[in-house]
């Protein structure tokens, strides 16, 4: 089963290079058509899934401008989701893809019922299940909304009003040194991972 699925993604990225077409995999990275060396694979940005209502929908692109010009892939349901596509399953995959997830509260969303309601419960129920040190909900403000109290009880929020500047300084700044953290426990895990072996590969545990 694993092998068939391999075989049918790596069909799907050849005959979209042969295409001439960028084939991008969520989590994973891009592969580019390359002249000479048939493709260039460029690997993912760190992705930060953007919940927003309709309403919000200007100040969201904003914000995800300003992301993916300061090294981050933003995901947002107007520019990821492909027509025909299966729309609850896709943002949930995107969800748990996401390295972060930043929730734009205002006076339009904290009151509406809908999508952007559930994409929050299903951070929530993501978030669960990571260590309890880890960031991966930032909530962000862009007015003077009152932000749930589950969210406000679990969570520091950043405001992007009336400096969205100043606020999404605050955002980014936080979300790398998260990065940063969770790469040096990714060092320190493979250093703990590379002595257990060579112990257990010794002459004295032979």
């Known amino acids: ?74 995901w947002i349901d107007v520019r990821k989701l492909l027509p025909g596509q299966n729309w609850p399953r896709a943002i949930e995959n995107a969800i748990e893809a996401s390295d972060f997830f930043v929730a734009c ?24 299940r990571l260590p309890l040190d880890r960031i991966f909900v930032v909530p962000v403000r862009l007015d003077a909304c009152r932000v749930p109290r589950s969210i406000q009880k679990e969570f520091q929020y950043v405001d992007l009003f009336p400096d969205p500047a100043r606020g999404t300084r605050r955002v980014l700044a936080a979300m790398r040194r998260e990065l940063e953290r969770r790469a040096r426990l990714n060092v320190t895990l493979a250093a703990a991972r590379e002595r257990d072996h060579r112990v257990f590969d010794s002459p004295e545990m032979a």
Not at 32 to 59: C, I, K, S, T, W
Not at 114 to 126: K, P, T, W
């Open 1 to 74: 089963m694993a092998d068939s699925l391999t075989d049918r993604l790596g069909g799907i990225v050849l005959r979209g290079l042969a295409a001439g077409q960028t084939v991008e995999i969520d989590g994973l990275g891009a592969f580019h058509p390359d002249r000479a060396r048939g493709f260039r694979f460029v690997r993912a940005l760190p992705q930060v899934f953007v919940a927003y209502v309709r309403e919000d929908l200007e100040a969201a692109e904003v914000l995800c401008d300003t992301l993916e010009s300061s090294g981050f892939n933003a």
């Open 105 to 128: 509260f205002s006076t339009h969303s904290v009151n509406k019922k809908g999508g952007f309601q559930a994409e929050i419960r299903y951070a929530l129920d993501c978030a669960r």
